[in-house]
């Protein structure tokens, strides 16, 4: 039995294979909107583009290392850092392509559900 499967969840949970199903979306839709950032010439193009790479990477990070025994806080306080720099890249994407914002703003939804499910893992283990 893996960490997480030896985890009290919320009655909430989205199953197991929407996870997956969607960081493959929405990470397609952030690659489609970092083409139209790359490729516009719109002012702000660029702390877009650095706002996009930092939130991408801050959540491969979270999903490849944060989560484990003994890190419940430290997974739950870094999705936040994390939804925080979705929003920020999603407002900067939009300032300089409103499609590529769009395209980034789904991620929120998403993020916002898995830092909310961090919160409750948390609240249910608290000596995980």
């Given at each position: 039995?893996?960490?997480?499967?030896?985890?009290?969840?919320?009655?909430?949970?989205?199953?197991?294979?929407?996870?997956?199903?969607?960081?493959?979306?929405?990470?397609?839709?952030?690659?489609?909107?970092?083409?139209?950032?790359?490729?516009?010439?719109?002012?702000?193009?660029?702390?877009?583009?650095?706002?996009?790479?930092?939130?991408?990477?801050?959540?491969?990070?979270w999903q490849a290392a944060v989560f484990g025994p003994g890190r419940l806080t430290l997974a739950a306080w870094w999705l936040v850092a994390v939804l925080v720099?979705?929003?920020?890249?999603?407002?900067?994407?939009?300032?300089s392509s409103a499609l590529a914002g769009a395209l980034i703003a789904p991620t929120i939804v998403w993020v916002s559900v898995a830092t909310a499910l961090g919160f409750s893992l948390l609240r249910l283990n608290p000596n995980a």
């Open positions: 039995m893996t960490f997480f499967e030896s985890l009290d969840k919320p009655d909430w949970i989205p199953p197991d294979w929407a996870f997956p199903a969607a960081w493959f979306t929405l990470w397609t839709l952030q690659l489609i909107a970092l083409g139209l950032l790359v490729t516009g010439d719109r002012p702000g193009r660029n702390v877009a583009i650095g706002l996009l790479g930092a939130q991408f990477i801050t959540s491969v990070i720099l979705v929003v920020a890249a999603t407002l900067a994407a939009w300032r």
